[in-house]
């Protein structure tokens, strides 16, 4: 599901709002007792065998595919992106959405019955899998409270929108003053070919 961008938060009471966790996107595809997580590009990330292997074992379902986000937190319980890009472990998957849950479908329903199903079978703590909590109605709210705890910002959903990827119904509201920002553009940049 892609997301649009905003500069500004929001309140609506048709929408949810969940902070925006800083690391690697992924789907998380438990089938055959393993999980594989694979990243927006349809590419699955194999530097990551030690968290798939305790995603497989904390899931007490038979299979399901959950949309979130990979992440190490530091010591304070903060994303710490390039402690990530380092591959330091141990990683956790923050699962903010249910695709598909024991051999059914679940993207045509209503975003929050999917988050319903979804903090059904992510297991208490501690365990590398995580649920993405969310307000509903009180975008401002969560993002001056993300900007004053130094998160990267917060995602506003559509509650009952349907998980459809040509029809986005989210969008990202990045907070200025997050530090971990500062040269991630130079790190992603393509290297272009000297001119000669």
């Not at 141990?90 to 903090?119: C, I, M, S």
């Not at 109605?137 to 929108?161: H, Y």
């Not at 029809?167 to 003053?177: D, G, N």
Request: net charge positive; proline share 8%; charged share 30%.
């Amino acid at each position: 599901m892609p997301l649009a961008q905003l500069r500004a938060p929001f309140d609506h009471p048709d929408w949810l709002f969940e902070v925006k966790y800083d690391g690697f996107r992924a789907l998380a595809c438990l089938e055959g007792g393993t999980v594989r997580l694979v990243s927006r590009k349809g590419n699955t990330y194999k530097s990551l065998p030690a968290l798939c292997r305790s995603l497989a074992a904390c899931m007490t379902v038979s299979d399901a595919v959950l949309d979130g986000e990979i992440v190490y937190l530091g010591p304070d319980g903060k994303p710490q992106f390039y402690d990530l890009m380092r591959r330091r472990g141990p990683q956790y998957f923050y699962a903010f959405d249910l695709l598909w849950l024991n051999g059914r479908d679940q993207r045509g329903l209503p975003l929050l019955e999917r988050k319903r199903r979804l903090r059904e079978i992510v297991p208490r703590a501690p365990s590398p899998l995580l649920y993405v909590d969310h307000v509903v109605g009180a975008g401002v709210d969560l993002f001056e409270a993300v900007g004053r705890n130094d998160l990267e910002g917060i995602v506003a959903k559509r509650a009952d929108a349907r998980y459809t990827p040509e029809e986005p119904t989210c969008v990202k509201i990045k907070s200025p003053t997050y530090s971990q920002i500062e040269g991630r553009q130079e790190l992603f940049e393509k290297r272009r070919p000297a001119a000669r």
